[in-house]
């Protein structure tokens, strides 16, 4: 146990646990830094476990905290922990490299990616059409390729311009630019 989070990072680098249990809002200032200090120990120490409790959601780093790997990493919210059985299990499934997470982070989550990024807005279909064109097709070539009428090719296609918020412009071919979103989200 420490109280602050360089007494914790500086614990854990000494001891070495298979498992960080961190508040997020720890002293001095009680905002995020127990989640900056997790985001540290993530980032330092990739093979310790980090289970996060907090008594609000906290969008601040997460992006970082989960590094592209929710890999040995729980985010729980105290008053979602129903129990010590429960909550037993959440620290034993993260030491072991799993994931514990409550299911209003995974909502915040997602949301998150939502805005991030900007085909998650699109449907399967209409996915489908924006790589046909970035493959260089046209309309024509589309709808023979996907075996559909041209005239649902057209509607996928203005679909994707008001999804991507690719209003009409004389400056701006907005066929160009939902392809440049596409080939940019594919990196």
């Not at 997470?101 to 807005?121: E, G, S, Y």
């Not at 996907?146 to 999804?163: C, D, G, N, P």
């Amino acid at each position: 146990q420490v109280g602050d989070p360089t007494s914790l990072v500086d614990a854990v680098a000494t001891a070495r646990p298979d498992l960080a249990v961190v508040d997020i809002r720890m002293p001095p200032d009680h905002r995020t830094e127990g989640l900056d200090a997790a985001v540290a120990l993530r980032r330092d120490h990739p093979q310790i476990g980090v289970l996060l409790l907090s008594q609000y959601l906290e969008s601040h780093h997460l992006p970082a905290l989960f590094g592209g790997s929710a890999r040995g990493v729980g985010y729980l919210l105290k008053e979602r922990v129903t129990g010590p059985a429960g909550f037993v299990e959440a620290l034993r499934r993260v030491a072991a490299g799993g994931c514990a997470l409550d299911p209003d982070v995974v909502a915040l989550m997602l949301r998150n990616r939502r805005r991030t990024d900007p085909l998650a807005t699109l449907s399967e279909r209409e996915h489908e059409v924006l790589a046909l064109m970035a493959e260089g097709r046209s309309n024509r070539a589309i709808s023979e390729r996907m075996l559909i009428t041209h005239k649902t090719v057209e509607a996928h296609v203005r679909s994707i311009f008001t999804r991507l918020d690719l209003p009409p412009e004389p400056d701006n071919h907005r066929r160009v630019l939902a392809v440049l979103t596409y080939l940019r989200a594919q990196r």
